[in-house]
Each structure stands twice: as C-alpha cells, then as structure tokens.
C-alpha cells in the first residue's frame, strides 16, 4: 500500500521559513518524480513545485520561484519543500504527490498523494 505522509507544516509569520517533508513507502521511491501542490480555502489546487526521480531536475510556479526549493533523498524516500520568505498568499494546505516516470506541473498525471499539512501564515 502506497503512502505518502507530510510533516513540518504550521503557524509561522510573513517572512519566515518552514520546511515541509513529505515521506513515502510502498513504492520504488527513485521510479517516481514528485510534487508539491496547494489548495487554499475555496481555491483550486495549484501547482508549486516538481522534481525529477534523479533530483536532477525541478519546476516551479512563478509564485514561488526563489522562495521555495525542492529536493529529495532518495536514500531516505523523502522529498522536501524549503519554503522562505512566506507571505500571507502561501497559506494553504500543502499536498505532495507522486507520478511514475517524467514530472508534471499538472494534478492529474500523479498517481498518488497525500493528506496534506497545512501551512498559514500570519501577516
């Protein structure tokens, strides 16, 4: 059984970091690229972030570029979400997802997610 459970998210204020993990099991963790979506309250789920099964390669939306990074140890199943600099607009809750093969900045080629953390930040 495929899981996938994120951790690290919270309360923090504008201008602050968090780091946000996102563990799997049940797959070959190295076969899968991974992302990182979000869905604020009343909102569609967007696109935040993406790398490929090596690390090599990553994506993000023009929202967070320079502020998050994406990274992942494959060695540990973990892929990983450095977010700084947060503003008020990233609150949501943060969901990271799996896609066999290639990466996506789309939802719907992943195959699984998770439950997501929530991430608020106060401005």
């Known amino acids: 059984q495929v899981q996938l459970v994120e951790s690290g998210g919270g309360l923090v204020q504008a201008g602050g970091s968090l780091r946000l993990s996102c563990a799997a099991s049940?797959?070959?963790?190295?076969?899968?690229?991974m992302g990182w979506f979000r869905q604020a309250p009343g909102k569609e789920r967007e696109f935040v972030a993406a790398i490929s099964r090596s690390g090599g390669s990553t994506n993000y939306a023009d929202s967070v570029k320079g502020r998050f990074t994406i990274s992942r140890d494959n060695a540990k199943n973990t892929v990983y979400l450095q977010m700084n600099s947060l503003k008020a607009e990233d609150t949501a809750g943060y969901y990271c997802a799996a896609a066999r093969g290639v990466m996506w900045t789309t939802s719907s080629p992943y195959d699984y997610w998770g439950q997501g953390t929530q991430v608020t930040v106060s401005s």
């Open positions: 049940g797959l070959t963790f190295s076969m899968y690229s």
